[in-house]
């Protein structure tokens, strides 16, 4: 049997996974931002890590997305890939970083690369044609990001749903041919209506990776934070929580603050334990040492 992205052996790479189209195994993807996360992504056996901008929201605490700049990413994507994962990394290219010249994208591209990531992904359609261009010139993959995008949050006036009229439904399937045919290797679709997401996901030979996009599509993404429950802001409807680490987290830290203010942290068990001899030679019981100083076998 021919190897699929989830069986094929370490690291997985760009072209690995715009060969998955079609080959019946779903793509899964989940955004990491250090070691810890990466390598609970990784170990769970998702094909891509993704070091989203979402980083500036779940993990740096601003509102949204466009405070983060390429030096925060590279710091991040750094971090995700001292881990070696399997999965391909991909490296959000922030807001700002490709905009400006082809000159500037190709550097914070390199840059995140030179970090450790396998591809870098960026937001828009054929207005970013050119940055897309640019990029894959330098050899890097790129993937695409189309519907809410949240670089473009005060453009489009807050995070909502794409693609509802048909006009802008027929201009997201036109910006998702537009960006495979300029050499994508996987599309996010992010936050449309399950029709649109199916009209992409047939119109194009790459993957499309959706969230908030329902099932028709060729894999599926979501922010780690989210699906773990490790934050206490309200989550879109799409995001399935998996766990309630925030709650495990409160638990597990408020048992440690009672112990401490109780005195029954540490124990004689987590303690170093200094030698009778060496107590009494600095005199530190006086007489009779306590019996207690001398630790168990
Ligand atoms: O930054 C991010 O986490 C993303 C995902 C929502 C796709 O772009």
Redesign the pocket.
């Known amino acids: 049997m021919a190897p699929t992205a989830s069986t094929r052996p370490r690291p997985l790479s760009a072209p690995d996974i715009a060969a998955a189209k079609g080959d019946g195994h779903p793509l899964v993807?989940v955004?990491a931002y250090d070691a810890p996360t990466a390598r609970i992504v990784d170990e769970s056996g998702a094909d891509m890590i993704?070091v989203?901008?979402?980083?500036a929201m779940?993990v740096l605490g601003y509102d949204d997305?466009l405070q983060v700049s390429t030096a925060d990413m590279a710091h991040h994507v750094a971090a995700v890939a001292r881990t070696k994962p399997r999965a391909l990394i991909v490296g959000?290219l922030p807001w700002l970083s490709y905009h400006l010249s082809r000159e500037e994208t190709v550097r914070n591209a390199a840059t995140l690369v030179r970090a450790g990531a396998g591809a870098v992904?960026l937001?828009g359609g054929r207005k970013r044609l050119d940055s897309v261009s640019a990029i894959l010139d330098t050899e890097i993959p790129v993937m695409g990001?189309l519907g809410l995008t949240?670089q473009s949050v005060h453009a489009i006036g807050g995070f909502k749903v794409q693609g509802r009229e048909l006009d802008a439904a027929r201009a997201i399937v036109d910006d998702a041919v537009a960006l495979a045919e300029a050499g994508c290797f996987a599309i996010?679709l992010?936050c449309v209506p399950d029709g649109v997401a199916r009209m992409v996901t047939d119109a194009l030979d790459v993957p499309t990776?959706g969230?908030g996009a329902g099932r028709h599509c060729d894999g599926q993404?979501?922010?780690f934070h989210d699906l773990v429950g490790l934050e206490d802001r309200k989550v879109p409807k799409f995001v399935r929580r998996y766990a309630d680490m925030l709650g495990m987290g409160l638990d597990a830290v408020g048992r440690f603050v009672a112990d401490v203010r109780a005195g029954t942290f540490p124990s004689s068990e987590e303690t170093y334990h200094m030698t009778d001899r060496m107590a009494e030679a600095l005199d530190l019981y006086g007489e009779a040492p306590p019996v207690s100083v001398t630790p168990p076998a």
């Open positions: 993807m955004t993704l989203g901008d979402s980083l779940v997305t959000d992904k937001e990001h949240p996010v992010e990776i969230i993404v979501l922010v």
